[in-house]
């Protein structure tokens, strides 16, 4: 007891050990997240483990100093590098940006956000904002002989997407390099950050963004025209023009079973309004799930009402009631 009262006596002493235990807790806690999330891609990466075994300096980093999500960590390990490629099961992806694939990977295969049941032979699928086509990977392998008709006006995006679909021998798609909008024309101007995940029509991409930003002119199309009949399933990632292209739907969501949108909200969001969007969807009959987005879950934590009015994403589930 003597010792003990000395010990704790000794300030230097006290601080040395609690800065111990404090930076132990914190090693403890990266590696449960590192071996989460490697349980988490085993799913659909394979021999993870053997990767990350092959990959210790990467393990070791992000255990020692932190500075990256776990998801990122185990993916810098799965990833070959110098040809920007991930190997998941029954195809490899091309990517872009290790942040962007790290998100992608969560949102579409981890989290699964964008699953759906359907009864159909070949369902019909709509996926707007394909980016390098995660989406389209996830929806064949849970629907192999589905029908995809997929929008990227990314040309960047783009090119990597039809890459990834002829690499993977991906059948039944379509792909047009156009924005999905209101308007019908060769040229609308296109906001494009580093991030190839943040292209979008809208100024409020740029909102709160300190990096450079490259302004392209795109073409632009209605979706109308691309359903003719039964749509089982619509994907909209198009960042910041959900409200556009639902209203301009409005006429064809009768014939529409599935929709998922990812929202954004911020205050240079303009026409954008998610209570046009529930309005509406639930006129035509539509039951409606909202919840936060992955990407902006983290900063609404705590005190979400500070966030409110600021840049964030929500998503969308929305499924006709009959």
């Not at 006290?14 to 490697?38: D, E």
């Not at 296109?190 to 991409?205: P, T």
């Not at 409200?243 to 240079?268: C, N, S, W």
């Not at 409110?308 to 994403?313: A, D, K, L, Y």
Request: one cysteine or more; glycine letters at 4%; a negative charge.
């Amino acid at each position: 007891n003597l010792r003990y009262m000395e010990d704790y006596c000794d300030y230097a002493y006290a601080w040395r050990k609690w800065r111990a235990a404090v930076k132990n807790s914190a090693y403890n806690i990266r590696i449960n997240n590192f071996f989460n999330s490697m349980r988490q891609l085993e799913k659909w990466v394979p021999n993870v483990e053997q990767k990350v075994i092959s990959n210790g300096d990467s393990y070791r980093r992000y255990v020692l100093e932190g500075g990256v999500s776990s998801e990122k960590a185990v993916l810098e390990c799965c990833v070959e590098r110098q040809k920007k490629q991930i190997e998941l099961e029954n195809a490899v992806i091309e990517y872009d940006q290790l942040d962007d694939l790290a998100v992608m990977m969560h949102e579409i295969l981890i989290s699964e956000d964008y699953y759906f049941d359907s009864d159909a032979d070949i369902p019909e699928i709509i996926d707007g904002g394909a980016n390098i086509g995660i989406a389209i990977y996830y929806f064949k392998q849970i629907y192999p002989d589905s029908h995809i008709t997929a929008f990227e006006p990314n040309p960047e995006m783009y090119r990597i997407l039809e890459r990834n679909i002829a690499r993977n021998a991906w059948k039944n798609i379509e792909i047009h390099p156009l924005a999905l909008s209101d308007l019908e024309t060769d040229s609308l101007t296109f906001y494009i950050q580093k991030s190839g995940m943040a292209g979008s029509l809208e100024k409020r991409n740029m909102e709160g963004v300190n990096e450079e930003i490259t302004e392209i002119q795109v073409p632009s199309t209605r979706l109308n025209q691309y359903i003719a009949s039964h749509v089982d399933y619509i994907k909209l990632d198009i960042e910041g023009s959900e409200t556009k292209v639902i209203e301009a739907l409005e006429d064809k969501l009768t014939d529409v079973d599935h929709i998922f949108i990812e929202f954004h909200e911020g205050r240079l969001k303009g026409h954008n309004s998610i209570a046009k969007i529930t309005t509406l969807l639930e006129q035509k009959g539509f039951d409606i799930n909202i919840s936060k987005s992955y990407s902006s879950a983290g900063s609404m934590d705590c005190r979400p009402m500070l966030k409110v009015g600021s840049r964030i994403s929500e998503v969308l589930w929305a499924k006709k009631n009959n």
